[in-house]
């Protein structure tokens, strides 16, 4: 059975930090892997989306890399804003297009 | 594009009523839609998988008794609780696939909160 673990479960930092947000699956059988976004009482918003070939996708300020051998992804954010404060949620497809998702990171970027 | 729908947004009601979710896809056509529910500062657990004009696929461990899903049209996904419980209380998301979309895009839409008293 697939499982998601994202570390670290909360993370606060200042305004114009880089920071990384990790994610592991155990199991390499995946179609891809995405990074969402979720404000407080809100649905997801799709962030990057990498294929299981690709090694990282890029968007704006946001990095995001896949190693499938290893089961790991990472979101790199540059330059943080107080508004890229969210939970981040990242999720594996397998098959018949189900999401298995981690828990999340809550993140908070202090003025 | 690709705007996903949920009605209501949020729902209150007593212990023992049924309350039905809706999830429409306003500008695509959906042949599937899922249903998750997320408990608080937990993750999205898919619930069951709707395909349009067969029965809906439910995960291990739901039952398709108290969460009825019906997805009766390209555009309509409804989720169904059946006789609520407070232990029902969850955010419920739905997200849609656009039968075009040969890719694995699934939008989802903005949640509902039910809270059962």
């Known amino acids: 059975k697939q499982e998601v673990t994202q570390i670290p479960a909360a993370l606060s930092v200042p305004e114009g930090e880089n920071l990384v947000l990790n994610c592991s699956f155990t199991?390499?059988?995946?179609?891809?892997l995405q990074w969402f976004r979720q404000d407080p009482g809100k649905g997801l918003t799709s962030l990057l989306l990498?294929?299981?070939?690709?090694r990282e996708q890029t968007s704006g300020r946001l990095n995001a890399s896949l190693d499938k051998s290893s089961g790991r992804s990472t979101l790199y954010i540059a330059a943080s804003q107080p508004g890229d404060s969210a939970t981040y949620l990242c999720a594996v497809t397998q098959g018949a297009q189900k999401l298995v998702f981690g828990q999340g990171t809550r993140l908070t970027i202090n003025p | 594009g690709a705007v996903v729908s949920q009605h209501p947004s949020r729902v209150i009601c007593k212990s023992g009523t049924s309350v039905k979710i809706e999830c429409r896809s306003l500008d695509f056509q959906a042949t599937t839609m899922f249903w998750y529910r997320q408990f608080p500062k937990q993750s999205l657990m898919l619930m069951a998988t709707?395909?349009?004009?067969?029965?809906?696929?439910?995960e291990q461990g739901v039952e398709k008794d108290k969460f009825l899903i019906n997805h009766a049209s390209l555009t309509l996904s409804t989720l169904t609780v059946t006789s609520a419980h407070p232990e029902d209380s969850s955010f419920y998301i739905c997200?849609?696939?656009?039968?075009?979309?040969?890719?694995?895009?699934?939008?989802f839409g903005p949640g509902t909160r039910l809270t059962v008293l």
């Open positions: 709707s395909n349009e004009g067969s029965k809906a696929t439910y």
């Open positions: 199991d390499s059988a995946i179609y891809n």
């Open positions: 997200s849609a696939r656009d039968f075009r979309d040969r890719g694995d895009t699934q939008y």
């Open positions: 990498i294929q299981s070939s690709q």
